[in-house]
């Protein structure tokens, strides 16, 4: 039975249900499925199949198989393509940041590379692959003017652009955006207070920056540069239409070893390899979280 508030409110039954279902639980249910289905369903099985052979004993031979030289080239190659590019992303990026910090944020320019940004970001996979072969591959615009035109062969060392180091380009070219969209909340949170109190005391513009502007982006900075590495890491699509050499970072050896079990001998080293790129990606994003704390000291 329900009864009535003396205070002539509704009853509190039907006040507990609405309480219940305006909840701010269930708005974050659709999101706790995303992650379940595509996060941590992918990682259980990653972790299940790493340890297991192929009729379903546990074995600890898949995770020997990382000790492997090809393997282990494979995780070097990709460490080094990610960190290349996420640092050259990274510091381009925050140069434009800080090109555009003097603008009005609902102006045009600002609001033009903010769109733009927002696109390329997400502009990879086999369209970005193919722009790049129409523009600088082997028969790609820029390559037939540059050799016709100015005697110019960029690949007379070699077809670098379809091996694993012609992969910074593209990276690079979805790196740069996403730095300016991650990295330009951090920069606006500069409080002009802090400048003025500096050139109050006598501090020059090179003394601002020195001493209060670099130390309090440092964290953001260093959080971006993890968030672009973990981009590039994770990258599949347009390395796997770009390289001719399909196997030379991790996730194209994991294609490969989902497609022939006899890699290495071994079967369910997809699950090895996939379980090693985990580690990687949890002690990256375990870094980046330690540094969004202590960033977000001064943003508040």
Known sequence: MTTVDPRG??????????????????????????????????????????????????????????GDP???????????????????GAVLGALVCYALIGTRPEGPLRSGIDAVSGVLAQFGGVML???????????????VLL????????????????????????????QVPLMIIIFMPALEALKPQWAEASATLGGTTATFWWRIGFPVLAPSFLGSLLLLFANAFSSYATAAALTSQGQSIVP?????A????????????AG???LGMIVVMAVVMTLYALLQRRASRWQR
């Not at 692959?129 to 390559?143: D, E, K, L, P």
């Open 9 to 66: 409110s509704a009853p509190r039954g039907s006040t507990r249900t609405a309480g219940l279902i305006s909840s701010p639980v269930w708005g974050i249910v659709p999101f706790a499925l995303y992650v379940l289905l595509f996060l941590g369903l992918p990682t259980a099985i990653a972790l299940g199949t790493g340890f297991v052979d192929g009729e379903g004993a546990f074995t600890l031979d898949n995770l020997a198989a990382l």
């Open 70 to 88: 090809f393997v282990v080239s494979g995780f070097t190659t990709s460490i080094v393509l990610s960190a290349v590019t996420a640092l050259i």
């Open 129 to 143: 692959a193919f722009a790049f072969v129409a523009t600088i591959g082997i028969q790609g615009f820029i390559t």
């Open 147 to 174: 050799r016709d035109q100015f005697g110019i062969d960029i690949f007379a060392d070699g077809v670098w652009l379809y091996e694993a180091p012609g992969l910074v380009l593209p990276y690079i070219y979805f």
């Open 252 to 256: 194209l050896q994991i294609r490969a």
């Open 258 to 269: 989902l497609t022939s079990e006899t890699l290495l001998g071994r079967e369910n080293l």
């Open 272 to 274: 090895a390899l996939a």
